[in-house]
């Protein structure tokens, strides 16, 4: 079996790699999906008993998984019990084959199947083994049980999300998941480069809560610098003013004036250049001690325009800003449109469904405007067995 079997096979500078995927719900599925995109082909190996827990989290298309879909087009699908001696030989076959395995159990679980990295590098030395985890396959917290809403609140996250007056917030997207899967794909392809080196395969350990800790940014700056913890601060930057949404005529607004020279264009374009001259706002530093007084005169004077056209005159004056959109509003974008960040794929039990595209373009690589089908549980199961001479 090789990478290059099926006939509608995906295009990209990762073509010809097999990823054997063992991975359900968000962090795994997304981060084959990026190889996926990129070239890749992915067998999604599922259990029997239903597959992938994803497969039964709503919205539903004709009973379909609009979640699963999402995570899930263009990959192939066999169910296998890992227990069962059958299905053992199979995922063995495949994994001689294979070029990368993903899978994100707790740790431990495939060293009980028999399965876990030192097992599966006797079967194939160039193997590159990524594991995503909630907690990663060392430290005390190693067999607890995790999910994108857990690891937010224990990494800092949501500590810093919301207004300061309000209540826990969990950020609008699963950025838990995400990011270590986003993160197991960096390490893959540093993987895939030593490999290239080498000759040798790698583990790959990869855990959400790291990852979390990761994306911190400046909070840990401004911890280690002040000493003091950071808070939520609403959409307003803690380094950096004015940064943040402003309301006008209409409704909110996003202004980013980054430095100095972008203050001044604002407070011209606003019709007050005096602003820029102000004791209190000449610099960064001093506007962000007096943000809220910044806030308040720039309100002021956004009150007299609808946010359409002060978008408008900002933009001309070459300053920062943008529209708050819902994603109804962002999918519709002509910048996203135009960039081929909305997708469809054309599946035969759901019909014709939006998707998000892939954000990394490549030049010498089509970026198409469909995807492949979602597969049904195990429907790649004789064509994968042929192709594996079983």
């Given at each position: 079996m090789t990478a290059t079997d099926p006939t509608d096979k995906p295009k990209g500078p990762l073509a010809g790699l097999l990823v054997i995927d063992l991975t359900r719900v968000?962090?795994?599925?997304?981060?084959?999906?990026?190889?996926?995109?990129?070239?890749?082909?992915?067998?999604?190996?599922?259990?029997?008993?239903?597959?992938?827990?994803?497969?039964?989290?709503?919205?539903f298309v004709n009973g379909k998984s609009a979640y699963f879909m999402s995570l899930n087009r263009g990959k192939r699908s066999i169910a296998l019990d890992l227990k069962a001696p059958a299905d053992r030989a199979v995922f063995e076959r495949m994994i001689g084959r294979a070029d990368i395995v993903v899978e994100n159990y707790r740790p431990g679980t495939m060293e009980k199947l028999g399965y876990g990295w030192q097992a599966l590098r006797t079967l194939n030395k160039r193997l590159i083994y990524a594991a995503v985890s909630g907690f990663g396959q060392t430290g005390p917290y190693k067999?607890?049980?995790?999910?994108?809403?857990?690891?937010?609140?224990?990494?800092?996250?949501?500590?810093?999300?919301?207004?300061?007056?309000?209540?826990?917030?969990?950020?609008?997207?699963?950025?838990?998941?995400?990011?270590?899967?986003?993160?197991?794909?960096?390490?893959?392809?540093?993987?895939?480069?030593?490999?290239?080196?080498?000759?040798?395969?790698?583990?790959?350990?990869?855990?959400?809560?790291?990852?979390?800790?990761?994306?911190?940014?400046?909070?840990?700056?401004?911890?280690?610098?002040?000493?003091?913890?950071?808070?939520?601060m609403g959409a307003r930057h803690p380094s950096i003013t004015p940064f943040e949404a402003l309301k006008a005529a209409d409704g909110h607004m996003v202004i980013a004036a980054g430095n100095d020279q972008l203050f001044a264009r604002l407070a011209d374009a606003l019709g007050k250049p005096a602003l820029a001259k102000d004791e209190r706002f000449k610099t960064n530093d001093a506007r962000t001690r007096n943000h809220g007084s910044l806030k308040a005169e720039l309100e002021g004077l956004l009150a007299a325009r609808p946010s359409t056209a002060w978008l408008a005159i900002l933009d001309k004056a070459g300053v920062p800003c943008g529209p708050i959109n819902n994603v109804a509003e962002a999918l519709a974008d002509p910048q996203i449109v135009a960039r081929g960040m909305v997708v469809t794929t054309d599946d035969p039990v759901a019909g014709t469904l939006k998707m998000a595209g892939n954000p990394i373009k490549l030049s010498g690589f089509a970026d198409p405007a469909t995807r492949g089908p979602t597969p049904e549980l195990d429907g790649d199961r004789a064509a994968i067995l042929k192709e594996l001479g079983l």
């Open positions: 968000l962090a795994g599925p997304y981060c084959t999906l990026v190889l996926q995109d990129l070239g890749a082909t992915v067998i999604k190996v599922e259990t029997p008993q239903g597959g992938d827990d994803a497969r039964h989290y709503g919205p067999n607890r049980a995790a999910y994108d809403m857990v690891v937010q609140a224990m990494g800092g996250v949501m500590s810093l999300t919301g207004h300061d007056d309000g209540k826990p917030t969990r950020v609008g997207t699963s950025i838990g998941d995400i990011t270590a899967g986003l993160f197991g794909t960096i390490g893959i392809l540093s993987a895939l480069e030593h490999r290239h080196r080498s000759g040798e395969g790698t583990m790959v350990d990869v855990a959400m809560l790291d990852c979390q800790i990761a994306i911190l940014e400046n909070a840990i700056a401004r911890y280690a610098a002040t000493g003091q913890v950071p808070g939520p």
